[in-house]
């Protein structure tokens, strides 16, 4: 689907925003970039979290949550260069194409 690759630039901008403001994990960031409008199912999006962490945008710890282990992710310095710079990016798109 063409939607996926296209807004997949889109989603990583939300995921570090959120990421930005508290520690996140994957079924709340589901459930908010479904709010968003973004459906997005758990195999399109574990990969992405993966990949930001990767590379270096994100780090993760381990917690146990009602017996389960949940991944919490945050920010990273180098995560939160690139949130600011897609905002620049953004700001810039935005006057063009919504004038
Ligand atoms: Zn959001």
Same mark, same amino acid.
């Given at each position: 689907?063409?939607?996926?690759?296209?807004?997949?630039?889109?989603?990583? /901008?939300?995921?570090?925003?959120?990421? &930005?403001?508290?520690?996140?994990?994957? /079924?709340?960031?589901?459930? $908010?970039?479904?709010?968003?409008?973004? &459906?997005?199912?758990?195999?399109?999006?574990?990969? *992405?979290?993966?990949?930001?962490? !990767?590379?270096?945008?994100?780090?993760?710890?381990? $917690? *146990? /949550?009602?017996? +389960?282990?949940? !991944?919490?992710?945050?920010? *990273?310095?180098?995560?939160?260069?690139?949130? $600011? !710079?897609? +905002?620049?990016?953004?700001?810039?798109? /935005?006057?063009?194409?919504? $004038?």
């Amino acid at each position: 689907m063409i939607d996926k690759d296209f807004f997949l630039g889109f989603i990583k /901008v939300h995921i570090l925003y959120h990421a &930005s403001k508290e520690e996140i994990y994957g /079924v709340e960031i589901l459930d $908010e970039l479904r709010r968003h409008g973004y &459906s997005l199912s758990p195999g399109t999006l574990y990969p *992405t979290l993966h990949l930001l962490e !990767k590379q270096s945008c994100l780090k993760s710890r381990r $917690e *146990t /949550v009602n017996g +389960k282990v949940r !991944k919490y992710y945050s920010i *990273t310095p180098e995560g939160l260069e690139i949130l $600011e !710079k897609s +905002k620049i990016k953004i700001r810039e798109l /935005v006057e063009e194409v919504l $004038e």
